[in-house]
């Protein structure tokens, strides 16, 4: 009698032992995949590596090209002397026009920048991103298919700067050619 007792018992532990295992294999797996989706930064990541690259070589362009007291060495590119706000522009490879933004003594407000070509006119905006050595706008790329919108020939880029109260300018111009 005892020895059916024992069989009866470990065959019970066998059985909710492999129960047991089986929800811990299922439950991991279902962790696995719910982590494991892909995020749209990773969808394709020669393009996000691009971009990365291009991005960076344009902020360290545009860094290098900054005199200590804000003015800019790039030809193109002004700041209003009483505001401190400098920007620049880059044609990209793509046919884009990436605009890039230093703000000096700005924590926080919205960027509008203005772009007009003749009569044609595009305007976008972004968060103020804040910075311990300057802060920049969110980031404004002007797409193919919206430089092709604003033609060719020069283009007048404008960005204000609203922080609290205060509105900062910047101006610069550039040549633009459809290709």
């Known amino acids: 009698m005892k020895l059916r007792k024992t069989k009866k018992n470990r065959k019970k532990a066998i059985i909710i032992s492999t129960v047991a295992t089986l929800l811990i294999i299922a439950a991991g797996l279902t962790v696995f995949a719910l982590y494991k989706q892909p995020d749209a930064s990773q969808s394709n990541p020669e393009a996000t590596k691009k971009a990365q690259e ?8 545009f860094i290098e090209n900054t005199n200590s007291d804000g003015s800019s060495t790039n030809n193109g590119s002004t700041s209003t002397p009483s505001s401190s706000v400098t920007i620049s ?91």
């Open 54 to 61: 291009t991005n960076n070589e344009g902020k360290k362009d």
């Open 89 to 179: 522009a880059q044609k990209e490879s793509n046919g884009s026009v990436t605009v890039f933004t230093k703000l000096m003594s700005i924590t926080g407000g919205t960027c509008t920048l203005t772009v007009t070509q003749g009569s044609n006119k595009l305007s976008k905006s972004a968060d103020v991103l804040y910075q311990d050595e300057y802060s920049s706008c969110a980031g404004f790329t002007i797409t193919m298919p919206e430089a092709t919108q604003l033609g060719a020939g020069d283009w007048n880029i404008n960005l204000s700067v609203l922080s609290g109260q205060t509105s900062y300018t910047g101006t610069t111009n550039i040549s633009y050619k459809v290709n």
